[in-house]
């Protein structure tokens, strides 16, 4: 065989052409996938609900089906005593996330598992037993944020700083918090122990 019959899939110019199909049909499924993304984590959707679900008890329980513990919307139950319309939820939830992110949480905690792991995560805080109970949860979360080195869960193991955080910034976060509770996480955090909202 001379040079000039070179194997055609040896060539130059079959993998130039190959490079070009390959990344073009990468950029279509990266599209594709982007969109579908978005359509699965947009507020609103079906595994995240609405910002206005913080008018409602969030629990997270086990699902037999899908072999994890899965949020639960229940009745309503409005964080702070106050029912929202979706706009003014919205707009309570969007400032604990800013506030979230203001004061770099994410250099200690994770959320959905991003983040440091230098602190609990806290993608079910607003579940979590050690708020005490339902009827106390939503103050001591206030209170914790705003002065955490008075608090009980702040003597054990790692301490959390006082950033600063005012009553408003706090409520906010607590509101964030909540929502995020409700987002189907796919069983994540695996082992949570949710705190006890039965009547």
Request: proline share 5%; glycine share 6%; hydrophobic share 40%.
């Amino acid at each position: 065989m001379s040079q000039t019959e070179a194997l055609w899939w040896a060539s130059e110019s079959f993998w130039r052409k190959t490079a070009i199909w390959v990344t073009a049909g990468s950029f279509v499924a990266l599209i594709f996938l982007t969109f579908d993304t978005m359509s699965q984590i947009t507020a609103g959707t079906k595994r995240v609900p609405a910002y206005s679900v913080i008018n409602h008890r969030v629990d997270y329980v086990f699902d037999e089906k899908r072999n994890f513990q899965v949020p639960v919307i229940g009745p309503e139950e409005p964080l702070f005593g106050q029912m929202l319309t979706e706009e003014q939820a919205a707009a309570m939830v969007s400032k604990g996330k800013l506030t979230v992110q203001a004061k770099n949480c994410m250099n200690c905690h994770t959320l959905l598992g991003n983040g440091a792991y230098y602190a609990p995560d806290l993608t079910k805080a607003w579940l979590d037993p050690a708020w005490g109970s339902k009827e106390v949860r939503e103050q001591s979360m206030v209170e914790f944020l705003m002065n955490p080195q008075e608090r009980l869960h702040n003597v054990l193991g790692r301490r959390m700083p006082n950033l600063k955080i005012t009553e408003e910034e706090a409520r906010a976060t607590v509101a964030f918090l909540k929502w995020m509770s409700s987002i189907d996480t796919n069983g994540f955090p695996y082992n949570f122990k949710p705190l006890d909202q039965e009547n």
